[in-house]
């Protein structure tokens, strides 16, 4: 069972969102689309509608026009609308209007904690998520003519060919998750995680970067997106032994950990038992 469900690339989550609340403070203008006219406006409960010639499309307390784009001969505005919380992303709405038909709208992601990116291409919008270690998600695909339908799977995958003397610690963009692009660190991580990978994934997303202990071995804690001080996690590694430690807190006194405790050096253990006591 997934502990958090997030965004396409949940360490941005706070970044993006942070950004919105200036954003939504400057009115949207008339957006002149089909012959009509889709506004966002603001209700007396604060809520913001999105309509069309007056007609209601969507509503919720964020909205935002993105662009208008052309599939095939069909003008499609797309909009970001959701709650505004920092727990979830934006919903996709999809605005049109079919030949000879009234004005369309679809709604996606709303039930997923968002929508993923959106890549647009000659005749389709497809939507692509971002997934974590261990994890395989679903490549969605919306058309005018046949709607939202499944792609295909898109699963994670290491760099191929990578090895334990490639990793550097200063090139890891999303912090000490990215040890999991390493196909040697990942084909190790799958034979102590197992099916938690993905669980225990999660529980870096948020992080402060690596730090190096006097053996050479590198580490570093983080948390799930937004609930940090829960199922916060560990994760050491050693290129020159090439082994891993994993440590995840639980509902027990001591935390999760892959390999069990008494296989850890002292070092890192103390490391870890530092880095999860400061995050209680």
């Not at 809520?47 to 069909?74: P, Q, T």
């Not at 609308?81 to 992303?89: I, R």
């Not at 290491?158 to 999303?174: E, I, K, M, S």
Request: a negative charge; proline letters at 7%; glycine letters at 10%.
């Amino acid at each position: 069972m997934r502990l958090f469900s997030r965004l396409a690339a949940g360490a941005l989550i706070s970044f993006g969102l942070g950004g919105f609340a200036v954003a939504q403070d400057e009115k949207q203008a008339p957006i002149p689309f089909e012959g009509g006219t889709l506004t966002i406006t603001e209700n007396a409960d604060q809520e913001k509608i999105v309509a069309f010639d007056g007609k209601e499309l969507a509503r919720n307390y964020v909205a935002y026009f993105d662009k208008i784009v052309d599939l095939a001969g069909v003008k499609v505005a797309l909009f970001d609308v959701g709650d505004g919380g920092n727990a979830c992303g934006l919903a996709a709405v999809l605005v049109w209007k079919p030949k000879d038909g009234d004005i369309q709208s679809i709604s996606i992601g709303a039930d997923d904690c968002g929508a993923p990116p959106a890549a647009v291409t000659e005749n389709s919008i497809f939507f692509v998520p971002y997934p974590l270690p261990g994890e395989t998600l679903p490549v969605k695909v919306w058309a005018p003519d046949t709607g939202l339908q499944v792609h295909g799977d898109l699963t994670y995958a290491p760099q191929p060919g990578t090895d334990w003397a490639d990793l550097d610690p200063q090139q890891f963009v999303d912090g000490i998750i990215g040890a999991f692009r390493n196909e040697a660190v990942y084909k190790a991580a799958q034979k102590l995680l197992g099916s938690d990978m993905t669980n225990f994934a999660t529980s870096l997303m948020v992080n402060g970067g690596t730090e190096k202990m006097p053996s050479g071995v590198f580490s570093a804690s983080g948390c799930i997106p937004h609930a940090c001080g829960t199922y916060d996690g560990f994760m050491a590694v050693d290129p020159k032994a090439k082994k891993l430690y994993f440590a995840q807190q639980s509902d027990q006194p001591e935390p999760k950990a892959w390999p069990a405790l008494g296989e850890w050096p002292a070092e890192i253990r103390d490391t870890m038992n530092s880095a999860l006591t400061a995050k209680q």
